[in-house]
């Protein structure tokens, strides 16, 4: 079996899009085409068009080729070897950031052709499972204020979710507002509910240290990203004194960024993005997390793509205990896959038992949205 083509394809939201506050406006559809029939699916979230560039560039002498160019005509099977290679052909661009997101997208639809091949789901293919269903938290917004921000804890509680997550702005205006926002998310969601908060990246260090004393009256399951990314001595010194566990790495792509993390930042919950690392980079960050005694989760802001990934990644590790579950009130995050990978009635959601991701593209949204 060869690789035939790799289509990058953008999908954005138009600028008169009206709905909810709450949304994902963008994301961008990997397909990776082979010479038996077999498609695989991924995706990235990162900057659309800055992707599109990194996939669909013409070949030129190694290490600056565009990544399709790399791996056309190859065992798509072979995914180590690939991983490497577009790697490699990419050292004087990436090494990181956007390139890794694009080559984590990559590898994620070559999971989808090998599990289909293999007529296995990819859980299967990773050593998996150590479970099959895994609690869920809703991932949302703060409101403006802590009566709005309770309102919201009441709606999702109210569906099934036996944890929630609030994040982002408004949080660190002031410190009034912020202990106004947790008291209101504590308040909806009630005493019997988890309780994390995602401050957004937005205080220095004295102020998380103070922010995190300050919560610890709330119960807080977790505080996350309370600092700026690149704030390494920071999260040292905040985890070091914190009674709440510290979570962190979404924003990081690539186990040599999570390695300085991991072994300098002292977080206790390493959050790894499916979509900005692929499988197989996600694979070798969680051994590196669990053999420092950590725990891995997902994070999760984007389609049912991602969700799915996320699903036998987590399947596949030990040290699985919750899942981030986007609510973003968003076609390009319901609408993307046929699959509808809901709760059940003890707030879990089941891991996809068909072959690959389990999942099937939704073509008709992925058409309305494209951007040619």
Avoid at 185 to 205: F, M, P, S, Y
């Amino acid at each position: 079996m060869k690789i035939t083509g790799v289509e990058a394809i953008e999908l954005r939201l138009p600028e008169s899009y009206s709905g909810p506050r709450l949304i994902v406006r963008q994301t961008l559809i990997i397909k990776v085409h082979t010479d038996e029939g077999i498609v695989g699916i991924g995706e990235v979230d990162s900057c659309p068009m800055v992707v599109r560039a990194t996939v669909n560039a013409p070949p030129a002498n190694s290490p600056i080729s565009g990544l399709a160019s790399v791996i056309i005509g190859e065992n798509p099977l072979e995914i180590r070897h690939l991983n490497d290679k577009m790697y490699e052909a990419s050292f004087d661009y990436g090494r990181g950031g956007v390139v890794f997101h694009t080559i984590g997208g990559i590898d994620i639809a070559l999971w989808d052709i090998a599990g289909k091949y293999y007529n296995q789901p990819v859980y299967r293919l990773l050593g998996g499972p150590f479970q099959t269903r895994i609690p869920a938290y809703a991932s949302t917004l703060f409101g403006s204020n802590g009566k709005e921000t309770a309102e919201e804890g009441k709606k999702w509680a109210g569906k099934g979710f036996t944890s929630v997550k609030f994040g982002w702005h408004p949080m660190g205006q002031s410190e009034k507002l912020d202990l106004e926002l947790v008291e209101g998310a504590r308040q909806g969601i009630g005493d019997n509910r988890n309780l994390l908060v995602d401050a957004g990246c937005c205080w220095d260090t004295a102020t998380a240290i103070k922010r995190a004393q300050q919560f610890e009256d709330y119960n807080l399951f977790w505080l996350e990203e309370p600092l700026a990314r690149d704030n390494i001595d920071g999260y040292k010194q905040l985890s070091t004194v914190s009674r709440i566990p510290i979570a962190a790495g979404e924003g990081e792509a690539g186990r040599y960024a999570f390695r300085e993390l991991l072994e300098h930042g002292g977080i206790h919950i390493a959050q790894i993005d499916l979509v900005r690392n692929g499988i197989t980079e996600t694979m070798r960050i969680a051994d590196m997390a669990e053999d420092r005694g950590l725990k891995v989760v997902n994070h999760h802001w984007s389609s049912d793509i991602n969700l799915a990934a996320s699903l036998h990644f987590l399947a596949s590790r030990k040290s699985t205990f919750i899942l981030e579950y986007c609510v973003a009130e968003s076609p390009l995050r319901w609408e993307v896959t046929r699959e509808k990978m809901g709760l059940d009635a003890e707030g879990y959601v089941h891991v996809p038992e068909g072959p690959g991701l389990g999942i099937e593209l939704n073509e008709e949204t992925v058409e309305r949205y494209r951007v040619n």
